[in-house]
């Protein structure tokens, strides 16, 4: 068995013990679309996943008058975004550590009611999935992986290229 996953079973076991993380209930009821006022979407923390994912979203309609999208993106990418606005969020990647390169940006995830949350990122990274589950959201989507459980109470199952374009059609219907 790979020494990385061995490690990551431990984490998750050590945290479920203390109850800094739990699985998320299977059963969801998911809203109207009239219901959704704020959704977050945590863009993909690898390149080449980014680009496709950018690529996919590049008809979307991100301004809907009724929905609040938030985008969460590695602070990498910045210069590869042409987007702007007030809800551009960027995140710091570190070896073992996700932080906000913002307190304001902070304040707009965890301290208001999310109605969405959706985590583009085809790979599980456990300390991103950590600063997920402290978001208080009642839906969080993510890709499926072996420890999704604990963190998205919606999973998705990938294409075999892990970074497909498809996958990412995927979530769009789920915010039509």
Same mark, same amino acid.
């Given at each position: 068995m790979n020494f990385n996953l061995i490690k990551i079973r431990l984490k998750i076991m050590f945290y479920l013990i203390f109850g800094k993380i739990s699985k998320k209930s299977a059963k969801i009821n998911f809203p109207n679309h009239k219901d959704i006022k704020r959704a977050i979407l945590f863009f993909p923390s690898n390149e080449e996943a980014f680009r496709v994912a950018m690529y996919s979203f590049r008809d979307f309609d991100f301004f809907n008058k009724d929905i609040d999208y938030y985008f969460v993106i590695n602070q990498k990418f910045e210069n590869l975004i042409k987007l702007n606005g007030p809800n551009l969020i960027f995140l710091r990647y570190n070896r073992n550590n996700v932080t906000f390169c913002s307190l304001k940006d902070k304040e707009k995830l965890m301290d208001k009611k999310q109605d969405i949350l959706i985590d583009l990122n085809t790979e599980f990274n456990l300390e991103l999935c950590r600063?997920?589950?402290?978001?208080?959201?009642?839906? /969080?989507?993510?890709? /499926?992986?072996?420890?999704?459980?604990?963190?998205?109470?919606?999973?998705?199952?990938?294409?075999?290229?892990?970074?497909?374009?498809?996958?990412? /059609?995927r979530i769009q219907q789920i915010l039509m």
């Open positions: 600063l997920i589950n402290d978001i208080n959201c009642h839906y /969080k989507v993510g890709f /499926k992986s072996d420890f999704s459980d604990y963190f998205f109470n919606l999973q998705l199952d990938t294409y075999n290229d892990n970074i497909s374009e498809n996958s990412f /059609k």
